[in-house]
């Protein structure tokens, strides 16, 4: 097993892939650099950029990062990239190839959906978006078990291609889309960060493979202190209020000194609403506003975290210590020494 913390010989291979197989066909040499970005609010979760010293005909490529440690060695890929569109540059003698690099799920925002194609009511969600998937992309996909089923037929919109009706059929399961570094289409269950369990510590001790500089990203200034819910129907007219009156509470009205007021006009209350299920949605409503939104962005030597991973971070000279944080992405600059940029979320309560 390699040691992320110790000195290890570090270099870096390119294949083409067999689309057909989806195993490596032979391995390229006119690769003289990558950049793998990795991200979670990316449609098709990430992308990448190659230097080459001559034209590639669209393919798949697989990158692979190669370790040596103590006399072992271990291949790490660590993506799986549909290659095209080549950029030349010219300088007098030589030129230079720059290659845009897009991962399977590319595939799936190629075609769209027949007019009126939908999943029948009553159909199990996974199952039926693995039939889907995997009709429409030629990498492997991996089928997730789950018993949800829909209760309504979903239906195609007339201008969507089949991504966007794969992952709105997925995410009523409970799911989101992940692919690894063989470019295999996986499905994540949806999680709260507070109950993951960390893959990794990053520490800044004499074996910390943490960079010395790191930004915390916070806005509390749209967070309100006050809730009111304004319900009308035709049994008549609702009115709740829910206030922020914790001392303790940074965004209370005792902390800042004023009203900060949130309304909602059109709450999500069913049947004939009561006032104490009014009341109960403006204060869950203000429990839910009142949570901060923190975003940490780090660099640090190459391990094996991904995104959608949980990291804790304990980088006491920061101040940042003991906080657990989901990772959303990554930008792995293939050179020497492999850096990572990283950037997590964690969440934190400030009222409720």
Request: proline share 4%.
């Amino acid at each position: 097993m390699i040691d992320w913390t110790k000195s290890m010989q570090q270099t870096y291979e390119f294949y083409e892939v067999d689309p057909g197989t989806w195993k490596d066909r032979k391995r390229l040499n006119m690769f003289t650099g990558a950049t793998i970005d990795r991200d979670d609010d990316n449609n098709t979760l990430g992308s990448a950029s190659f230097d080459v010293t001559e034209d590639l005909n669209e393919c798949y490529v697989r990158t692979y990062l190669v370790v040596t440690q103590n006399g072992e060695t271990k291949k790490i890929p660590l993506g799986t990239h549909l290659v095209q569109s080549p950029n030349d540059n010219f300088d007098g003698r030589n030129h230079k190839y720059t290659l845009d690099g897009y991962t399977p799920l590319l595939e799936l925002k190629e075609g769209q959906p027949p007019l009126g194609f939908n999943v029948p009511s009553g159909s199990n969600i996974m199952a039926s978006a693995y039939r889907i998937i995997a009709e429409h992309v030629r990498c492997p996909v991996v089928a997730a078990k789950s018993d949800s089923i829909l209760n309504n037929n979903f239906i195609s919109d007339i201008d969507e291609d089949w991504f966007s009706f794969c992952n709105d059929l997925i995410a009523n399961g409970g799911y989101s889309f992940d692919i690894d570094g063989y470019g295999v289409i996986t499905f994540a269950p949806d999680q709260d960060t507070a109950a993951l369990t960390p893959v990794f510590t990053y520490t800044d001790d004499n074996s910390s493979i943490l960079l010395p500089e790191i930004q915390m990203e916070r806005d509390i200034s749209t967070i309100p202190n006050v809730v009111e819910v304004l319900y009308s129907a035709n049994s008549g007219y609702l009115y709740g209020r829910a206030v922020n009156d914790d001392p303790s509470s940074p965004t209370s009205i005792q902390s800042r000194g004023r009203e900060i007021t949130h309304r909602v006009t059109d709450p999500e209350l069913y049947g004939a609403a009561t006032q104490a299920q009014v009341d109960e949605y403006a204060r869950n409503t203000l429990k839910s506003l009142s949570t901060l939104d923190c975003k940490l962005t780090y660099s640090h030597g190459f391990n094996e975290v991904r995104v959608k991973d949980c990291v804790r971070l304990n980088y006491e000279r920061s101040g940042i210590v003991g906080i657990n944080a989901k990772v959303v992405s990554q930008s792995i600059e293939c050179k020497t020494g492999c850096t990572v940029s990283e950037v997590a979320v964690f969440t934190r309560k400030l009222w409720g």
